[in-house]
């Protein structure tokens, strides 16, 4: 992939070198730059976008045109791009994600969810469930959630509680617990002393691995001593 220069395209030899070094970030500023120049460019812009992507760097532009060349097997592909994304921009991939679906309203609720199964990415797919981006409903992130603790990934359990209120989310957060996510642990540990429930944030604060939470059991502890 080799950089014809042109004056209004703004790479530097350093930037040839890092990308060529592997440095992602670098590569989705070069894929910028060229998709700025001409019709030719563009092509070269493609590669480097994709080559970012393979590194987890991720922009729309990319997306949009990777996509328009059509075909189930370059839509599955984006996805997997952008579920496993990140930049310095954004701490979420779902906003990459979120676009894509809304992009294709063609395609189910069980192509995205099937999609993450194929490639392997049911965890980061779940993981980024927990923020919403461009219009990603509660109840539809719910049903992929669904889905996902029908198959058994107790994480799924987990961001369901974040997406709950009241007793759904103390039931989720207890279902994920008890499989030792410590997310949920720290989370219920925390739901417990708030209330009072000295007995419980003992109980789940042993198995917590948190320093806070651990605090918290202290805490908990003295407060039942003085109430003897």
Known sequence: MENESQSNIDISDKDIWDAQCGDGKTMMKIGYELSMGTEENEE????????????HYVSDYFIRKYTDKGGTANLEKAFVFCVNSYNTT???????????????EEQ????W????????????????????????????????????????NINAMYVMACLSNGEERKHWLTEAA????????DELVKYYYMRSDHQEVIYWGEKSKGTYTRSLVEKSKRELEELR
Do not use: M
Request: proline share 0%.
């Open 108 to 111: 189910s609720d069980d192509f």
């Open 90 to 104: 954004y701490d979420t991939n779902l906003r990459h994600t979120a676009r894509l679906i809304n992009w294709h």
């Open 178 to 185: 008890l499989r030792d996510n410590q997310s949920a642990i």
């Open 44 to 55: 070269q812009a493609l590669l480097w976008y994709e080559e970012a992507a393979k590194r």
């Open 113 to 152: 969810f099937d999609t993450a199964v194929k490639y392997n990415i049911l965890d980061e797919f779940v993981n980024s469930l927990r923020l919403n981006y461009d219009k990603l409903t509660i109840e539809r992130r719910k049903v992929w959630l669904t889905k996902a603790i029908d198959a058994g």
